[in-house]
Protein backbone atom coordinates (compact mmCIF):
# COMPACT_ATOMS: atom_id res chain seq x y z
CA UNK A 1 0.00 0.00 0.00
CA UNK A 2 1.21 3.70 -0.97
CA UNK A 3 0.49 6.21 1.43
CA UNK A 4 1.13 9.49 0.69
CA UNK A 5 2.39 12.36 2.67
CA UNK A 6 -0.27 14.80 4.58
CA UNK A 7 -1.11 18.06 3.46
CA UNK A 8 0.50 21.15 5.56
CA UNK A 9 -3.44 22.53 5.89
CA UNK A 10 -5.48 19.69 7.48
CA UNK A 11 -8.01 19.51 9.88
CA UNK A 12 -7.80 17.18 13.33
CA UNK A 13 -7.12 13.57 12.27
CA UNK A 14 -10.04 11.17 11.97
CA UNK A 15 -9.13 9.11 15.19
CA UNK A 16 -8.83 12.77 17.65
CA UNK A 17 -12.48 13.68 16.10
CA UNK A 18 -14.09 10.33 17.48
CA UNK A 19 -12.58 10.75 20.91
CA UNK A 20 -14.75 13.77 20.90
CA UNK A 21 -17.48 12.68 19.71
CA UNK A 22 -19.80 15.87 20.49
CA UNK A 23 -17.19 18.07 18.08
CA UNK A 24 -18.54 15.43 15.14
CA UNK A 25 -22.23 15.36 16.31
CA UNK A 26 -22.36 18.98 16.85
CA UNK A 27 -21.69 20.51 13.54
CA UNK A 28 -22.85 18.80 10.08
CA UNK A 29 -21.08 19.92 6.91
CA UNK A 30 -21.52 19.50 3.08
CA UNK A 31 -19.74 17.74 -0.04
CA UNK A 32 -21.22 18.12 -3.39
CA UNK A 33 -20.70 15.67 -6.24
CA UNK A 34 -21.22 15.81 -10.12
CA UNK A 35 -20.93 14.00 -13.09
CA UNK A 36 -19.44 13.96 -16.69
CA UNK A 37 -18.88 17.15 -18.04
CA UNK A 38 -18.11 16.74 -22.17
CA UNK A 39 -18.78 19.41 -24.54
CA UNK A 40 -18.45 18.60 -28.30
CA UNK A 41 -18.10 21.77 -30.85
CA UNK A 42 -17.52 25.31 -28.72
CA UNK A 43 -19.95 27.20 -30.59
CA UNK A 44 -20.56 29.72 -28.32
CA UNK A 45 -17.05 30.38 -27.20
CA UNK A 46 -18.00 29.28 -23.44
CA UNK A 47 -16.60 25.47 -23.49
CA UNK A 48 -13.15 25.12 -24.69
CA UNK A 49 -11.22 21.82 -25.39
CA UNK A 50 -13.90 19.86 -25.19
CA UNK A 51 -14.99 21.09 -21.47
CA UNK A 52 -18.62 21.91 -20.67
CA UNK A 53 -17.18 25.43 -18.46
CA UNK A 54 -20.51 27.13 -19.40
CA UNK A 55 -22.41 24.23 -16.78
CA UNK A 56 -19.80 23.96 -14.35
CA UNK A 57 -18.98 27.78 -14.04
CA UNK A 58 -23.38 27.11 -12.79
CA UNK A 59 -22.37 24.05 -11.02
CA UNK A 60 -19.84 26.21 -9.01
CA UNK A 61 -21.99 28.73 -7.81
CA UNK A 62 -24.40 26.47 -6.86
CA UNK A 63 -21.91 24.16 -5.05
CA UNK A 64 -20.64 27.76 -3.47
CA UNK A 65 -24.35 28.60 -2.31
CA UNK A 66 -24.29 25.53 -0.12
CA UNK A 67 -21.41 26.12 1.53
CA UNK A 68 -19.99 22.33 0.97
CA UNK A 69 -16.59 21.88 2.05
CA UNK A 70 -15.71 19.45 -1.57
CA UNK A 71 -16.92 18.40 -4.44
CA UNK A 72 -16.43 15.14 -5.85
CA UNK A 73 -16.34 14.05 -9.57
CA UNK A 74 -17.08 10.86 -11.06
CA UNK A 75 -14.90 10.74 -14.48
CA UNK A 76 -15.65 12.05 -17.80
CA UNK A 77 -13.55 15.60 -17.40
CA UNK A 78 -13.27 16.16 -21.37
CA UNK A 79 -14.81 14.95 -24.68
CA UNK A 80 -11.48 14.40 -25.80
CA UNK A 81 -8.39 14.00 -24.14
CA UNK A 82 -5.57 16.64 -24.48
CA UNK A 83 -3.25 17.94 -21.38
CA UNK A 84 -4.89 21.01 -22.74
CA UNK A 85 -8.67 20.39 -22.03
CA UNK A 86 -7.58 18.38 -18.53
CA UNK A 87 -5.78 22.04 -17.76
CA UNK A 88 -9.14 23.45 -19.13
CA UNK A 89 -11.14 21.56 -16.85
CA UNK A 90 -8.74 21.75 -13.87
CA UNK A 91 -9.21 25.71 -14.25
CA UNK A 92 -12.89 25.50 -13.96
CA UNK A 93 -12.24 24.16 -10.93
CA UNK A 94 -10.79 27.03 -9.37
CA UNK A 95 -13.57 28.72 -8.10
CA UNK A 96 -14.32 26.48 -5.94
CA UNK A 97 -10.47 26.15 -5.24
CA UNK A 98 -10.64 29.92 -4.53
CA UNK A 99 -13.89 29.83 -2.35
CA UNK A 100 -11.66 27.40 -0.27
CA UNK A 101 -13.45 24.18 -1.52
CA UNK A 102 -11.22 20.72 -2.13
CA UNK A 103 -12.33 19.61 -5.88
CA UNK A 104 -11.25 15.65 -6.21
CA UNK A 105 -12.03 13.98 -9.54
CA UNK A 106 -12.03 10.46 -11.51
CA UNK A 107 -10.68 9.52 -14.41
CA UNK A 108 -13.35 8.50 -17.13
CA UNK A 109 -13.55 6.31 -20.39
CA UNK A 110 -12.66 9.66 -22.26
CA UNK A 111 -9.55 10.15 -20.54
CA UNK A 112 -8.58 6.48 -20.52
CA UNK A 113 -4.93 6.52 -21.82
CA UNK A 114 -1.60 6.17 -20.33
CA UNK A 115 -0.78 9.65 -21.22
CA UNK A 116 -3.75 11.14 -19.28
CA UNK A 117 -2.99 8.73 -16.22
CA UNK A 118 -0.05 10.54 -16.30
CA UNK A 119 -0.81 14.06 -16.84
CA UNK A 120 -3.26 13.64 -14.49
CA UNK A 121 -1.72 14.68 -11.13
CA UNK A 122 -0.13 17.57 -12.70
CA UNK A 123 -3.48 19.13 -13.86
CA UNK A 124 -5.03 17.76 -10.35
CA UNK A 125 -2.45 17.72 -7.54
CA UNK A 126 -4.73 17.44 -5.21
CA UNK A 127 -5.73 14.05 -5.71
CA UNK A 128 -2.12 12.91 -4.37
CA UNK A 129 -2.83 15.18 -1.52
CA UNK A 130 -0.18 18.10 -2.25
CA UNK A 131 -2.10 20.76 -2.48
CA UNK A 132 -5.75 22.26 -2.24
CA UNK A 133 -6.77 19.61 0.38
CA UNK A 134 -8.85 21.89 2.48
CA UNK A 135 -8.41 19.76 5.84
CA UNK A 136 -9.00 16.12 3.80
CA UNK A 137 -5.99 13.77 5.14
CA UNK A 138 -4.81 10.28 4.80
CA UNK A 139 -4.30 9.94 1.36
CA UNK A 140 -3.54 6.50 0.14
CA UNK A 141 -3.40 4.25 -2.84
CA UNK A 142 -3.11 0.89 -3.82
CA UNK A 143 0.45 0.53 -5.62
CA UNK A 144 2.75 2.99 -7.58
CA UNK A 145 0.87 2.82 -10.92
CA UNK A 146 -2.53 3.74 -9.80
CA UNK A 147 -0.62 7.46 -7.46
CA UNK A 148 -3.47 9.74 -7.45
CA UNK A 149 -5.54 8.14 -9.59
CA UNK A 150 -7.39 5.06 -7.14
CA UNK A 151 -7.00 7.12 -4.01
CA UNK A 152 -8.99 7.25 -0.55
CA UNK A 153 -8.81 10.12 1.97
CA UNK A 154 -10.36 11.19 4.78
CA UNK A 155 -12.35 14.00 5.81
CA UNK A 156 -13.83 14.45 9.18
CA UNK A 157 -15.67 11.11 9.95
CA UNK A 158 -15.69 10.20 6.57
CA UNK A 159 -13.79 7.91 4.20
CA UNK A 160 -14.11 8.50 0.61
CA UNK A 161 -13.02 5.54 -1.90
CA UNK A 162 -12.05 7.02 -5.50
CA UNK A 163 -11.22 4.37 -8.19
CA UNK A 164 -9.86 4.44 -11.38
CA UNK A 165 -9.97 1.36 -13.58
CA UNK A 166 -8.59 3.07 -16.77
CA UNK A 167 -5.19 2.30 -18.49
CA UNK A 168 -2.82 2.78 -15.97
CA UNK A 169 0.34 5.02 -16.18
CA UNK A 170 2.97 2.42 -17.83
CA UNK A 171 0.37 1.26 -19.94
CA UNK A 172 -0.65 -1.88 -18.41
CA UNK A 173 -3.82 -3.46 -17.39
CA UNK A 174 -7.20 -3.87 -19.41
CA UNK A 175 -10.45 -1.84 -18.70
CA UNK A 176 -12.70 -4.53 -17.95
CA UNK A 177 -10.17 -6.14 -15.45
CA UNK A 178 -8.27 -3.61 -13.99
CA UNK A 179 -10.66 -3.43 -11.28
CA UNK A 180 -9.66 -7.30 -9.64
CA UNK A 181 -5.80 -6.12 -8.33
CA UNK A 182 -7.71 -3.67 -6.80
CA UNK A 183 -10.31 -5.29 -4.19
CA UNK A 184 -7.73 -6.11 -1.92
CA UNK A 185 -6.79 -2.33 -1.13
CA UNK A 186 -10.31 -1.35 -1.19
CA UNK A 187 -11.47 -4.06 1.53
CA UNK A 188 -7.99 -2.87 3.45
CA UNK A 189 -8.65 1.09 3.15
CA UNK A 190 -12.57 0.52 4.44
CA UNK A 191 -11.76 -1.71 7.30
CA UNK A 192 -8.60 0.34 8.67
CA UNK A 193 -10.90 3.41 9.41
CA UNK A 194 -12.17 4.47 12.88
CA UNK A 195 -15.64 2.85 13.90
CA UNK A 196 -18.99 4.50 13.36
CA UNK A 197 -17.65 6.71 10.67
CA UNK A 198 -19.17 7.09 7.14
CA UNK A 199 -17.74 5.73 3.71
CA UNK A 200 -18.25 6.21 -0.05
CA UNK A 201 -16.92 4.68 -2.87
CA UNK A 202 -17.32 5.90 -6.45
CA UNK A 203 -16.10 5.07 -9.87
CA UNK A 204 -16.73 6.71 -13.60
CA UNK A 205 -18.67 3.00 -14.41
CA UNK A 206 -21.42 2.00 -13.10
CA UNK A 207 -22.12 -1.34 -10.93
CA UNK A 208 -25.34 -2.17 -13.39
CA UNK A 209 -25.61 0.57 -15.98
CA UNK A 210 -29.04 2.07 -17.44
CA UNK A 211 -27.97 2.84 -21.04
CA UNK A 212 -24.69 1.85 -21.33
CA UNK A 213 -23.52 -1.96 -20.65
CA UNK A 214 -19.78 -2.06 -20.17
CA UNK A 215 -19.48 -1.70 -16.30
CA UNK A 216 -16.86 -1.92 -13.52
CA UNK A 217 -16.07 -5.03 -13.60
CA UNK A 218 -16.21 -5.46 -17.48
CA UNK A 219 -17.70 -5.55 -20.47
CA UNK A 220 -21.38 -6.02 -19.06
CA UNK A 221 -22.75 -6.79 -15.28
CA UNK A 222 -22.14 -10.48 -16.44
CA UNK A 223 -18.36 -10.10 -16.73
CA UNK A 224 -15.40 -11.53 -13.72
CA UNK A 225 -18.69 -12.53 -11.40
CA UNK A 226 -16.35 -13.97 -8.32
CA UNK A 227 -14.82 -10.51 -8.46
CA UNK A 228 -17.67 -8.67 -8.03
CA UNK A 229 -18.63 -11.11 -5.32
CA UNK A 230 -16.18 -10.18 -3.58
CA UNK A 231 -16.23 -5.96 -4.20
CA UNK A 232 -19.88 -6.32 -2.49
CA UNK A 233 -18.83 -8.05 0.40
CA UNK A 234 -15.86 -5.68 0.71
CA UNK A 235 -18.13 -2.67 0.71
CA UNK A 236 -20.90 -4.93 2.72
CA UNK A 237 -18.55 -5.97 5.24
CA UNK A 238 -17.45 -2.65 5.85
CA UNK A 239 -20.74 -0.60 6.22
CA UNK A 240 -20.83 1.45 2.75
CA UNK A 241 -24.25 2.01 2.03
CA UNK A 242 -23.67 4.12 -1.35
CA UNK A 243 -21.44 3.54 -4.58
CA UNK A 244 -21.34 6.45 -6.95
CA UNK A 245 -21.06 6.42 -10.67
CA UNK A 246 -21.74 8.51 -13.77
CA UNK A 247 -21.46 7.09 -17.74
CA UNK A 248 -25.20 7.22 -18.06
CA UNK A 249 -26.06 10.91 -17.75
CA UNK A 250 -29.46 10.06 -16.27
CA UNK A 251 -30.26 10.28 -12.64
CA UNK A 252 -30.89 7.06 -11.44
CA UNK A 253 -30.88 5.47 -7.83
CA UNK A 254 -31.32 1.67 -7.44
CA UNK A 255 -30.27 -1.20 -4.63
CA UNK A 256 -28.06 -3.39 -6.28
CA UNK A 257 -27.31 -7.09 -5.61
CA UNK A 258 -24.43 -9.33 -5.96
CA UNK A 259 -23.83 -12.11 -8.34
CA UNK A 260 -24.43 -14.77 -5.51
CA UNK A 261 -27.36 -12.54 -3.84
CA UNK A 262 -25.90 -12.42 -0.59
CA UNK A 263 -24.96 -8.71 -0.27
CA UNK A 264 -26.28 -5.02 -1.83
CA UNK A 265 -25.31 -1.90 -2.34
CA UNK A 266 -27.31 1.46 -3.55
CA UNK A 267 -25.89 2.63 -6.44
CA UNK A 268 -26.51 6.45 -7.64
CA UNK A 269 -25.95 7.09 -10.93
CA UNK A 270 -25.09 11.08 -11.53
CA UNK A 271 -27.14 13.19 -13.43
CA UNK A 272 -25.77 14.74 -16.85
CA UNK A 273 -23.13 17.88 -16.92
CA UNK A 274 -22.58 17.65 -20.34
CA UNK A 275 -24.05 18.07 -23.62
CA UNK A 276 -25.55 14.67 -24.17
CA UNK A 277 -28.19 13.36 -22.22
CA UNK A 278 -28.90 8.95 -22.88
CA UNK A 279 -31.85 7.45 -23.27
CA UNK A 280 -32.25 3.63 -21.03
CA UNK A 281 -32.12 0.53 -22.88
CA UNK A 282 -35.73 -1.60 -23.27
CA UNK A 283 -35.34 -4.28 -21.91
CA UNK A 284 -33.24 -3.24 -18.98
CA UNK A 285 -29.16 -4.20 -18.92
CA UNK A 286 -30.19 -6.33 -15.58
CA UNK A 287 -32.98 -8.15 -17.36
CA UNK A 288 -30.87 -8.88 -19.81
CA UNK A 289 -28.32 -10.67 -18.06
CA UNK A 290 -30.70 -11.25 -15.18
CA UNK A 291 -33.72 -12.80 -16.32
CA UNK A 292 -35.80 -14.10 -14.20
CA UNK A 293 -33.68 -13.60 -10.97
CA UNK A 294 -32.78 -9.66 -11.21
CA UNK A 295 -30.15 -8.50 -9.70
CA UNK A 296 -31.50 -4.46 -9.13
CA UNK A 297 -34.15 -3.09 -7.69
CA UNK A 298 -34.94 0.90 -8.77
CA UNK A 299 -35.49 3.52 -6.49
CA UNK A 300 -35.52 6.80 -8.65
CA UNK A 301 -35.21 7.82 -12.06
CA UNK A 302 -34.89 11.07 -14.23
CA UNK A 303 -33.74 11.33 -17.65
CA UNK A 304 -32.19 14.08 -19.94
CA UNK A 305 -31.83 17.04 -16.93
CA UNK A 306 -29.00 18.70 -15.56
CA UNK A 307 -27.98 17.98 -11.72
CA UNK A 308 -26.21 17.43 -8.92
CA UNK A 309 -25.83 16.08 -5.20
CA UNK A 310 -25.36 18.00 -1.85
CA UNK A 311 -24.67 15.48 1.19
CA UNK A 312 -24.72 16.79 4.66
CA UNK A 313 -22.92 15.09 7.12
CA UNK A 314 -24.43 15.33 10.63
CA UNK A 315 -22.81 12.81 12.79
CA UNK A 316 -24.38 9.64 12.25
CA UNK A 317 -26.86 10.72 9.11
CA UNK A 318 -26.24 11.31 5.98
CA UNK A 319 -28.82 13.45 3.49
CA UNK A 320 -28.80 13.44 0.18
CA UNK A 321 -31.04 16.18 -1.65
CA UNK A 322 -30.61 16.17 -5.55
CA UNK A 323 -31.25 19.56 -7.53
CA UNK A 324 -31.26 19.46 -11.43
CA UNK A 325 -32.28 22.20 -13.90
CA UNK A 326 -34.64 21.21 -17.73
CA UNK A 327 -31.69 20.89 -20.29
CA UNK A 328 -32.36 24.20 -21.94
CA UNK A 329 -34.17 22.12 -25.12
CA UNK A 330 -37.91 22.79 -24.23
CA UNK A 331 -40.19 20.83 -22.35
CA UNK A 332 -41.26 21.28 -18.98
CA UNK A 333 -40.99 18.80 -15.42
CA UNK A 334 -42.52 16.11 -16.12
CA UNK A 335 -41.93 15.73 -19.91
CA UNK A 336 -38.68 13.91 -21.41
CA UNK A 337 -37.14 15.91 -24.22
CA UNK A 338 -33.73 14.38 -25.52
CA UNK A 339 -31.11 16.48 -27.16
CA UNK A 340 -27.38 17.32 -27.71
CA UNK A 341 -26.61 20.84 -26.86
CA UNK A 342 -25.00 22.92 -29.15
CA UNK A 343 -24.65 26.53 -26.74
CA UNK A 344 -24.69 26.42 -23.16
CA UNK A 345 -28.07 26.70 -21.54
CA UNK A 346 -29.10 28.79 -18.68
CA UNK A 347 -29.70 26.67 -15.74
CA UNK A 348 -32.21 26.78 -13.10
CA UNK A 349 -31.88 24.53 -10.59
CA UNK A 350 -34.70 22.86 -8.38
CA UNK A 351 -34.77 20.35 -5.56
CA UNK A 352 -36.05 16.97 -7.07
CA UNK A 353 -35.79 14.51 -4.27
CA UNK A 354 -34.15 13.95 -0.59
CA UNK A 355 -33.34 10.36 0.51
CA UNK A 356 -30.25 9.51 3.11
CA UNK A 357 -29.49 7.27 6.19
CA UNK A 358 -28.15 7.07 9.70
CA UNK A 359 -25.26 4.70 10.98
CA UNK A 360 -27.98 3.85 14.07
CA UNK A 361 -31.25 3.03 12.02
CA UNK A 362 -32.36 0.38 9.96
CA UNK A 363 -33.93 0.01 6.61
CA UNK A 364 -36.99 -1.26 4.58
CA UNK A 365 -37.55 -2.20 1.04
CA UNK A 366 -40.97 -2.29 0.24
CA UNK A 367 -42.41 -3.24 -3.35
CA UNK A 368 -45.48 -2.15 -4.82
CA UNK A 369 -48.95 -3.01 -3.00
CA UNK A 370 -46.67 -4.15 -0.03
CA UNK A 371 -47.32 -2.87 3.67
CA UNK A 372 -45.38 0.01 5.06
CA UNK A 373 -45.96 -0.97 8.72
CA UNK A 374 -43.06 -3.54 8.51
CA UNK A 375 -41.35 -0.09 9.53
CA UNK A 376 -39.98 -0.47 12.68
CA UNK A 377 -37.13 0.95 14.82
CA UNK A 378 -36.17 1.68 18.26
CA UNK A 379 -33.76 4.36 19.77
CA UNK A 380 -30.84 2.77 21.32
CA UNK A 381 -28.22 5.70 21.79
CA UNK A 382 -26.77 6.26 24.93
CA UNK A 383 -29.03 8.99 26.83
CA UNK A 384 -31.47 8.53 24.77
CA UNK A 385 -35.55 7.93 26.00
CA UNK A 386 -35.62 4.44 23.99
CA UNK A 387 -38.22 5.76 21.60
CA UNK A 388 -39.95 3.26 19.87
CA UNK A 389 -41.12 4.63 16.17
CA UNK A 390 -43.48 2.52 13.93
CA UNK A 391 -45.63 2.51 11.11
CA UNK A 392 -48.85 1.06 12.42
CA UNK A 393 -50.87 1.86 9.12
CA UNK A 394 -50.32 2.33 5.26
CA UNK A 395 -49.30 0.73 2.18
CA UNK A 396 -46.84 1.06 -0.60
CA UNK A 397 -49.98 2.30 -3.28
CA UNK A 398 -47.98 4.79 -5.71
CA UNK A 399 -44.90 2.95 -7.74
CA UNK A 400 -44.36 5.07 -10.35
CA UNK A 401 -42.73 2.95 -13.47
CA UNK A 402 -39.10 3.77 -15.24
CA UNK A 403 -38.86 4.36 -19.02
CA UNK A 404 -37.98 0.84 -19.55
CA UNK A 405 -41.60 -0.34 -17.56
CA UNK A 406 -40.07 -1.72 -14.10
CA UNK A 407 -41.55 -0.15 -11.28
CA UNK A 408 -39.92 1.76 -8.07
CA UNK A 409 -39.39 0.05 -4.99
CA UNK A 410 -39.36 2.01 -1.82
CA UNK A 411 -35.92 2.00 0.53
CA UNK A 412 -37.18 3.78 3.68
CA UNK A 413 -34.60 4.35 6.29
CA UNK A 414 -34.51 5.43 9.79
CA UNK A 415 -32.20 7.61 11.89
CA UNK A 416 -31.85 8.88 15.16
CA UNK A 417 -30.85 11.53 17.75
CA UNK A 418 -31.53 10.91 21.16
CA UNK A 419 -33.24 13.26 23.58
CA UNK A 420 -30.27 14.57 25.40
CA UNK A 421 -29.28 15.64 22.09
CA UNK A 422 -31.90 17.40 20.94
CA UNK A 423 -31.76 20.70 22.88
CA UNK A 424 -35.07 20.89 23.07
CA UNK A 425 -38.20 20.08 25.15
CA UNK A 426 -38.81 17.35 23.26
CA UNK A 427 -40.54 14.53 25.09
CA UNK A 428 -38.74 11.44 22.77
CA UNK A 429 -35.52 11.47 20.66
CA UNK A 430 -35.44 12.25 17.44
CA UNK A 431 -36.74 10.11 14.53
CA UNK A 432 -35.56 10.55 10.62
CA UNK A 433 -37.60 8.95 8.42
CA UNK A 434 -36.01 8.95 4.51
CA UNK A 435 -37.54 7.61 1.49
CA UNK A 436 -41.35 7.93 2.04
CA UNK A 437 -41.93 10.50 -1.12
CA UNK A 438 -43.68 8.20 -4.50
CA UNK A 439 -42.53 11.29 -6.92
CA UNK A 440 -39.66 13.44 -8.13
CA UNK A 441 -40.68 16.98 -7.22
CA UNK A 442 -42.56 16.53 -3.87
CA UNK A 443 -42.34 15.20 -0.75
CA UNK A 444 -46.06 13.69 -1.01
CA UNK A 445 -45.93 9.95 0.18
CA UNK A 446 -49.06 7.24 0.36
CA UNK A 447 -51.07 7.40 3.25
CA UNK A 448 -49.22 5.84 6.82
CA UNK A 449 -50.44 6.19 10.12
CA UNK A 450 -46.48 6.62 12.14
CA UNK A 451 -46.46 6.73 15.94
CA UNK A 452 -43.81 7.21 18.89
CA UNK A 453 -43.32 6.22 22.29
CA UNK A 454 -43.08 8.45 24.81
CA UNK A 455 -42.39 7.55 28.96
CA UNK A 456 -43.59 8.83 32.12
CA UNK A 457 -46.84 10.27 33.37
CA UNK A 458 -48.70 12.60 31.88
CA UNK A 459 -48.61 16.20 32.77
CA UNK A 460 -50.51 17.24 30.24
CA UNK A 461 -51.43 16.49 26.82
CA UNK A 462 -48.36 15.41 23.93
CA UNK A 463 -48.77 15.20 20.34
CA UNK A 464 -46.54 14.08 17.52
CA UNK A 465 -44.37 17.13 15.75
CA UNK A 466 -42.24 17.67 12.84
CA UNK A 467 -39.38 20.14 11.44
CA UNK A 468 -40.89 22.50 8.96
CA UNK A 469 -38.84 24.49 6.31
CA UNK A 470 -37.47 26.32 9.08
CA UNK A 471 -36.26 23.93 11.18
CA UNK A 472 -38.99 24.81 13.75
CA UNK A 473 -41.01 22.04 15.41
CA UNK A 474 -44.93 21.92 14.58
CA UNK A 475 -47.53 19.78 14.29
CA UNK A 476 -47.21 16.61 12.43
CA UNK A 477 -49.75 16.48 10.15
CA UNK A 478 -49.99 20.61 9.77
CA UNK A 479 -47.07 19.29 6.73
CA UNK A 480 -49.76 17.21 4.74
CA UNK A 481 -50.35 17.44 1.18
CA UNK A 482 -54.53 18.41 1.76
CA UNK A 483 -55.50 17.55 4.71
CA UNK A 484 -57.33 18.89 7.85
CA UNK A 485 -56.20 18.15 11.43
CA UNK A 486 -58.58 16.22 13.69
CA UNK A 487 -57.23 15.48 17.40
CA UNK A 488 -57.88 12.81 19.16
CA UNK A 489 -57.68 10.69 22.37
CA UNK A 490 -57.51 7.16 21.86
CA UNK A 491 -56.14 4.06 19.70
CA UNK A 492 -55.43 5.10 15.77
CA UNK A 493 -58.53 3.30 13.73
CA UNK A 494 -58.16 2.39 10.30
CA UNK A 495 -61.25 4.73 9.63
CA UNK A 496 -59.59 8.16 10.22
CA UNK A 497 -58.89 10.09 7.98
CA UNK A 498 -55.44 11.73 6.64
CA UNK A 499 -54.74 14.61 9.17
CA UNK A 500 -55.98 12.62 11.63
CA UNK A 501 -53.84 12.87 15.20
CA UNK A 502 -54.15 11.66 18.45
CA UNK A 503 -52.27 10.20 22.10
CA UNK A 504 -53.05 6.22 23.06
CA UNK A 505 -52.60 6.52 27.29
CA UNK A 506 -52.98 3.24 27.33
CA UNK A 507 -50.16 2.35 24.69
CA UNK A 508 -48.28 5.48 25.62
CA UNK A 509 -47.60 6.27 22.16
CA UNK A 510 -48.91 9.25 20.23
CA UNK A 511 -49.92 8.96 16.78
CA UNK A 512 -50.80 10.95 13.31
CA UNK A 513 -52.03 10.03 9.91
CA UNK A 514 -49.67 11.89 7.19
CA UNK A 515 -48.15 11.82 4.20
CA UNK A 516 -44.73 12.77 4.13
CA UNK A 517 -41.55 12.22 5.71
CA UNK A 518 -39.08 14.08 7.74
CA UNK A 519 -37.91 13.98 11.16
CA UNK A 520 -40.50 13.32 13.99
CA UNK A 521 -40.68 13.87 18.09
CA UNK A 522 -42.75 13.76 21.13
CA UNK A 523 -43.93 17.30 22.43
CA UNK A 524 -46.21 19.19 24.48
CA UNK A 525 -49.35 20.70 23.21
CA UNK A 526 -52.32 22.32 24.07
CA UNK A 527 -54.96 19.51 22.13
CA UNK A 528 -58.00 19.19 23.74
CA UNK A 529 -58.04 22.95 24.70
CA UNK A 530 -61.79 24.11 24.32
CA UNK A 531 -61.87 27.31 26.43
CA UNK A 532 -58.71 28.71 24.10
CA UNK A 533 -57.22 29.27 27.24
CA UNK A 534 -53.72 27.22 26.59
CA UNK A 535 -53.95 24.06 28.68
CA UNK A 536 -56.53 21.78 29.03
CA UNK A 537 -58.24 21.31 32.90
CA UNK A 538 -61.71 21.08 34.50
CA UNK A 539 -62.93 24.22 32.60
CA UNK A 540 -62.35 22.52 29.40
CA UNK A 541 -63.95 19.36 30.45
CA UNK A 542 -66.87 21.26 31.80
CA UNK A 543 -67.37 22.64 28.35
CA UNK A 544 -67.34 18.98 27.01
CA UNK A 545 -70.34 17.78 29.59
CA UNK A 546 -72.23 21.25 28.55
CA UNK A 547 -72.66 19.96 25.02
CA UNK A 548 -73.41 16.45 26.21
CA UNK A 549 -75.75 14.49 22.80
CA UNK A 550 -74.82 17.24 20.50
CA UNK A 551 -73.22 16.52 17.02
CA UNK A 552 -69.50 16.76 16.62
CA UNK A 553 -69.77 19.48 14.19
CA UNK A 554 -71.40 21.91 17.05
CA UNK A 555 -67.77 22.01 18.38
CA UNK A 556 -65.74 19.27 16.12
CA UNK A 557 -62.36 19.70 19.19
CA UNK A 558 -65.23 18.30 21.43
CA UNK A 559 -65.52 14.77 19.53
CA UNK A 560 -62.27 13.17 21.04
CA UNK A 561 -62.62 9.77 20.05
CA UNK A 562 -63.72 11.05 16.56
CA UNK A 563 -67.13 8.98 16.78
CA UNK A 564 -69.46 12.25 15.12
CA UNK A 565 -70.86 13.00 18.32
CA UNK A 566 -70.30 15.06 21.59
CA UNK A 567 -70.37 12.41 24.93
CA UNK A 568 -69.50 11.88 28.17
CA UNK A 569 -66.82 9.73 26.62
CA UNK A 570 -65.45 12.77 25.68
CA UNK A 571 -65.10 14.16 28.79
CA UNK A 572 -63.55 10.76 30.25
CA UNK A 573 -61.26 11.04 27.41
CA UNK A 574 -60.04 14.60 28.34
CA UNK A 575 -59.37 13.79 32.10
CA UNK A 576 -56.76 11.36 30.95
CA UNK A 577 -54.16 14.14 29.25
CA UNK A 578 -55.31 16.97 30.98
CA UNK A 579 -52.83 19.24 33.01
CA UNK A 580 -51.64 18.40 36.06
Known amino acids: ?55 IRQLNAEFIRHDVK ?13 SPAFDTRAQGAQELIDAGIGFFPLRGNHESSSSAAIYFSTSFPQACGYINTFGASNFQSASMNLECLSYSFDYNNVRFVLLDQFTRKDNSGLT ?38 DVLFGSNMSSNISAQNQFFKALSDNGVRYYFGGHDHMHHRSIVYSPDRNYTIKQLIGASNSYKFY ?32 FTVDGARITCDYYSSLNGCGGEWGSEVDCNLNVTPVLSFQKRETFGYSLNGKEYVVTAGNTLTVVSDTCKLSGSENTKAS ?33 SD ?79 TEKKI ?5 NHGGEFAVKSSSDGDQDGDGDVDNADIAVITSL ?33
Request: with cysteine; aromatic share 8%; charged share 20%.
Open 510 to 514: VWAVV
Open 426 to 504: LKSDVLTLWGMANNLGSDESDIYTLSLSYKGELSGPLSLVTKDGNGNWVGATSLNFSSEPKFVVGPCKSSFGIGTYGID
Open 391 to 423: IINGENIISPALYDGRSLVQNITTGWQSKSDAA
Open 176 to 213: NNNMIDQIGWVNDVLGSRDANTHAFVMAHKNIIGQNHF
Open 548 to 580: KNKPADVKPSADLDNDGKITVLDARKLVLIKNR
Open 279 to 310: TPVIPSADQRYSGNSPRELPLAQELYTVGYYI
Open 70 to 82: MVLQVGDLVDRYS
Open 1 to 55: MVKFRKAKAVALGIGALFMATAVVSAESWKFGLMSDTQWKSNIDGENPNTVAAGI
